[in-house]
């Protein structure tokens, strides 16, 4: 049997999410918008996701959510932001939207925060 995968590191409290909101950088794309924060360590990217009921039911949400979390878990295996803070907000189009075009969608994110490329903490925190 194969070790099971150590659970990324996530955002619960709500003062951390208000905290990427209120001094992180953001990009937005069809499929969801992304809020990223530099912090002062190199540990694993902290992850949160957020998708409010302006949405759809719970049904809708809680497929959002996994789309936006299997999304996040392959492209930060290709692209590891350590030290940063993410959270990924659904979008109506997010449950509906092609899976491969999502995927994309946070790539593009990523390079629009400075994420992607061997930029530094101090990067990321400018606007």
């Known amino acids: 049997m194969a070790p099971a995968a150590r659970k990324p590191n996530r955002l619960t409290r709500r003062a951390e999410f208000l905290l990427v909101a209120a001094r992180g950088r953001k990009a937005a794309t069809p499929g969801l918008v992304l809020q990223a ?16 009921k302006k949405v759809g039911n719970a049904v809708v949400r809680n497929r959002t959510r996994r789309r936006l979390r299997a999304c996040a878990r392959l492209v930060l295996a ?30 593009a994110a990523l390079a629009r925060v400075a994420l992607a490329g061997a930029a530094g903490p101090a990067s990321a925190r400018s606007r």
Request: proline share 9%; hydrophobic share 40%.
């Open 78 to 107: 290709e692209v590891p932001c350590p030290g940063r803070d993410l959270v990924l907000i659904g979008r109506e189009a997010t449950s509906g939207r092609e899976f491969p075009a999502l995927l994309d969608d946070l790539r």
């Open 37 to 52: 924060l530099a912090r002062d360590d190199d540990a694993p990217a902290r992850l949160g996701f957020t998708v409010t």
